[in-house]
């Protein structure tokens, strides 16, 4: 790995980050007088803790993660612009991403007006490690993986991932917003051994939590120091995180929550097989399977009006024909294929 010193933006690395009037003071008081705040409409009155250590040391005992080398962010959509921000000069840096996969990195990296290049994904949705090290260049500073990979459902083999931690001499963010549903382990015990790495994770997929918008990056205390310097100082709410504490009590709910949706995937893989109109299902490790058709765009209207919408990935780089389709409840899931059973086309 690069120094991160000389990976970082030059105007970050000198940043002299806000400080806020709780930065100055710390510790308790009975007098609050410093932070403009109302002193009615108690607790929602005070500015809450930019740094979320509570949550932080919940998400320790539950992640098994150090409470300072967690970020916490409005959803993973603000640790991904926060990459950005931090690392790559707009117009000069580059990322190198797999194809296809997740939209918000391109879409961030294109806000940042930072160059983002594509590297396909084999035929068979498998890391080309070689390829996408050699789309890299000395301008690149992160390299962006995602496994389980969306829309493709498909882990990423372990070894190849390793090896571009290893010869890529920049950031790997490696997005598992979906490691939750895979066999494979999370890459989140091996912080030590990869000081280049970021981890994602987030509320919004197993935890059920779409809509409170909080997201986890893991990384080195450095990186993490680098990124809570550029962060708004109260990303993450007091609602947010009070929701996050209550949330946390319960991980065995969570479990048997994933423990239902991977069941009801290996059925819906299975019922779909089935159809004489789908062609294929690729093998998911996610809370979504991906399946090619013989005519996506025809399946994916009928199928509006029905009033089931999946999500039509035809246009998309290697998955010509293919639709993706989130595993819903039992009851869910058998309207759909009731839906399915009748096409005609
Ligand atoms: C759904 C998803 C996320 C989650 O994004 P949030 O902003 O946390 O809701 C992150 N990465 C990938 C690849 C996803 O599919």
Not at 105 to 112: E, K, L, R, T
Request: glycine letters at 4%; proline letters at 4%; a negative charge.
């Amino acid at each position: 790995m690069r120094d991160l010193k000389d990976l970082v933006r030059k105007n970050v690395w000198a940043l002299k980050p806000y400080s806020c009037a709780r930065d100055e003071f710390k510790g308790e008081a009975s007098v609050y007088l410093d932070a403009n705040e109302n002193p009615r409409n108690n607790p929602y009155n005070r500015y809450p803790d930019p740094l979320q250590w509570e949550v932080k040391k919940r998400l320790e005992q539950v992640k098994g993660v150090k409470a300072e080398n967690i970020l916490l962010g409005n959803g993973s959509d603000e640790p991904i612009d926060l990459m950005y921000r931090a690392f790559c000069e707009p117009r000069i840096d580059n990322v190198v991403a797999i194809c296809p996969t997740y939209g918000m990195y391109q879409v961030c990296a294109d806000v940042n007006d930072v160059e983002y290049r594509s590297v396909n994904l084999k035929e068979s949705y498998e890391l080309d490690v070689d390829g996408l090290l050699a789309a890299t260049d000395k301008n690149t500073k992160v390299v962006w993986l995602c496994s389980p990979n969306n829309p493709t459902g498909n882990s990423l083999k372990t070894a190849d991932m390793e090896r571009v931690l290893k010869e890529f001499d920049g950031i790997v963010v490696l997005d598992e917003a979906y490691s939750d549903f895979a066999s494979a382990p999370s890459f989140k015990t091996r912080l030590s051994e990869f000081p280049n790495m970021v981890i994602l994770q987030t509320f919004s997929k197993a935890w059920a939590s779409a809509a409170v918008r909080l997201g986890m990056a893991f990384a080195s205390t450095d990186i993490i120091s680098v990124l809570n310097k550029i962060k708004y100082p109260y990303n993450v709410n007091k609602l947010t995180q009070e929701y996050a504490l209550d949330i946390l009590k319960d991980p065995k709910k969570i479990e048997d929550w994933v423990e239902q949706t991977i069941q009801l995937r290996g059925k819906l893989e299975k019922d779909l097989r089935k159809l004489s109109f789908v062609v294929d299902v690729f093998k998911s490790d996610a809370n979504f399977v991906l399946a090619k058709m013989t005519n996506a765009q025809a399946v994916y209207e009928y199928l509006v009006g029905k009033g089931i919408i999946v999500r039509n990935r035809n246009r998309v780089t290697l998955c010509s024909e293919c639709i993706r389709i989130t595993v819903g409840t039992a009851e869910e899931n058998s309207e759909l294929m009731g839906a399915l059973n009748e096409f005609a086309f």
